[in-house]
């Protein structure tokens, strides 16, 4: 499970350090593609198998499914550590994300958010929590 928030640069080749409680659970080789919120997501290469395995199994007549998985999957890039703990991120995922510098890596369960951190500091404000917290109970999820 990821957990915790970490400020890292991107350096001006594109190359992110991932941090360290990060790589250990990753292991060397990983996958990144577009996420939801103007983020990127990161998968390990388990959970990443699992995902395929799900997508395989929903009928290609269905249109969303069909966008997501092109919006999802032709966004991905299989990602390698560098020995100084860092990846290349592609320029494609960096400008759909908006990653100029400054970002927030975010541990959520079974995947890793990289967030520009403007972007991070003005749209994940926690002002509406007890609000949302009140629709998690609507699905189930009870504190």
Request: proline letters at 2%; one cysteine or more; hydrophobic letters at 45%.
């Amino acid at each position: 499970m990821f957990m915790g928030e970490y400020s890292h640069s991107v350096d001006a080749k594109g190359r992110l350090i991932m941090p360290a409680k990060f790589r250990e659970q990753l292991g060397g080789e990983f996958v990144v593609t577009k996420g939801l919120d103007n983020c990127l997501f990161v998968y390990s290469n388990e959970e990443w198998a699992g995902i395929e395995a799900k997508f395989r199994e929903i009928p290609l007549t269905t249109k969303d499914a069909r966008k997501f998985a092109r919006f999802f999957f032709a966004g991905a890039a299989e990602m390698e550590l560098d020995k100084q703990g860092r990846i290349l991120l592609p320029q494609v995922l960096r400008e759909f994300a908006g990653l100029k510098k400054d970002v927030v890596l975010v541990g959520v369960l079974n995947r890793i958010e990289i967030w520009d951190r403007t972007r991070w500091e003005q749209g994940c404000g926690y002002d509406d929590m007890d609000e949302i917290a009140e629709h998690m109970a609507d699905l189930g999820l009870a504190l």
